[in-house]
């Protein structure tokens, strides 16, 4: 059983940050790639960033330079650093995870709201 804990979310005044984790637990062998990914209103969940077991990462053109994927190995952990925060910014945000052997699992998401 593999469980991911996602957690700092809240609620923030524009040009804000707020930093969100996500901890994996359970029977891992490896983790591969990690991602956080959101989900507006009435909007399709899209991709945030992204970073790969050898650090890699890629994001999305609308946070480039406000937001920073990291991961700790040792921790089974990824963050995401969010700088400058806009309202447009507001949705709940994803972890996702795929394991080695066996695939991708997901965050229960985390409420992010940005106030103009």
């Known amino acids: 059983q593999v469980q991911l804990v996602e957690s700092g979310g809240g609620l923030v005044q524009a040009g804000g940050s707020l930093r969100l984790s996500c901890s994996a637990s359970?029977?891992?062998?490896?983790?591969?790639?990690m991602g956080w990914y959101r989900q507006a209103p009435g909007k399709q969940r899209e991709l945030v960033a992204h970073?790969?077991?050898?650090?890699?990462?890629d994001y999305a053109d609308s946070v480039k330079g406000r937001f920073t994927i990291s991961r700790d190995n040792a921790k089974d952990t990824v963050y995401l650093q969010m700088n400058s925060l806009k309202p447009e910014d507001t949705a709940v945000y994803y972890c996702?995870?795929?394991?080695?052997?066996?695939?991708?699992?997901w965050g229960q998401g985390t409420q992010v709201t940005v106030s103009s």
């Open positions: 996702k995870t795929s394991l080695a052997y066996l695939g991708d699992y």
């Open positions: 359970g029977t891992i062998f490896s983790i591969n790639a």
């Open positions: 970073i790969t077991s050898a650090g890699s990462t």
